[in-house]
C-alpha cells in the first residue's frame, strides 16, 4: 500500500500534524505489530507531499510543546486520492520469496527442501495464532473494520498452509523435472540486413 496515499486519505479526514497522522496510520491498520511505519517515514513522506502540492501547511499547534506543524490535503492532493481509490490494488502472488528460496533449495542441493517446507509451516502457524489471537480480542461493536482486516490474514495465512501441503505432496515430481533456464542468446553482433 501506498503510505502516501494512506496519509493523504487521513488528511482528506481532517487536518494533523506529523505525531498525529503517525498515531492515526497506526491505529487504522490495528498498531505497529501489523504494519510498522516509523515518524521518520512519515515526516519524509509528508515533504514529498508538501513539495509535489498535494499538501500544504495550515497552521501550528502549541499545547505545551514544542509547535507542530498543521498539514492539510490540497485539491491537487484530493484528485490523487481520488485516483488512488479508483485504481484496483494488484496482489502479488507471483512475486514470492519463499517459491524463490525453494526453487533454489532444489537447484543449489545445499539443503533438504523439506526443511525450507517445514520451518515455514513452522513460521505460518505461529503468525496464524498470532492473527486468531488478535482476532479474539477484537469487540465486533466497534472494530468491524479492522477483524475483516484479520479475517483477511487469516484467510491467507490459511490458503499458504493448504500450497504448503499440495508442495510437500508433489515435490518428488518437482524434482524430477528441470528447473527453469533462460534462453540461450546469440553472441556477437546481429547480421546485417541486405
Not at 31 to 51: F, H, I, M
Not at 80 to 100: C, G, I, K, N
Request: hydrophobic residues 40%; aromatic residues 6%; contains cysteine.
Amino acid at each position: 500500500m501506498s503510505v502516501r496515499c494512506a496519509l493523504l486519505g487521513l488528511l482528506a479526514q481532517r487536518p494533523r500534524h506529523g505525531y498525529e497522522l503517525h498515531a492515526a496510520f497506526e491505529a487504522l491498520v490495528g498498531g505497529a505489530e501489523n504494519w510498522d511505519v516509523s515518524p521518520a517515514q512519515v515526516y519524509s513522506t509528508l515533504a514529498r507531499l508538501k513539495e509535489a502540492g498535494l499538501v500544504r501547511e495550515e497552521g501550528l499547534e502549541q499545547e505545551g510543546g514544542p509547535e507542530k506543524v498543521i498539514h492539510a490535503i490540497t485539491p491537487a492532493g484530493r484528485r490523487e486520492l481520488e485516483a488512488w481509490f479508483s485504481t484496483p490494488v494488484r496482489a502479488e502472488h507471483q512475486r514470492d520469496e519463499f517459491y524463490v528460496k525453494l526453487m533454489l533449495c532444489l537447484a543449489t542441493g545445499e539443503v533438504d527442501p523439506l526443511t525450507v517446507i517445514y520451518a515455514q509451516r513452522a513460521s505460518l502457524y505461529q503468525e496464524l495464532h498470532a492473527v486468531t489471537t488478535q482476532r479474539a480480542r477484537a469487540d465486533p461493536r466497534s472494530e468491524l473494520g479492522y477483524i475483516l482486516l484479520l479475517d483477511q490474514a487469516v484467510m491467507h495465512l490459511e490458503a499458504d498452509l493448504r500450497w504448503l501441503d499440495m508442495v510437500e505432496a508433489r515435490l518428488d515430481e518437482v524434482r524430477r523435472q528441470p528447473l527453469p533456464e533462460p534462453q540461450p542468446r546469440p553472441r556477437g553482433r546481429p547480421r546485417r540486413a541486405r
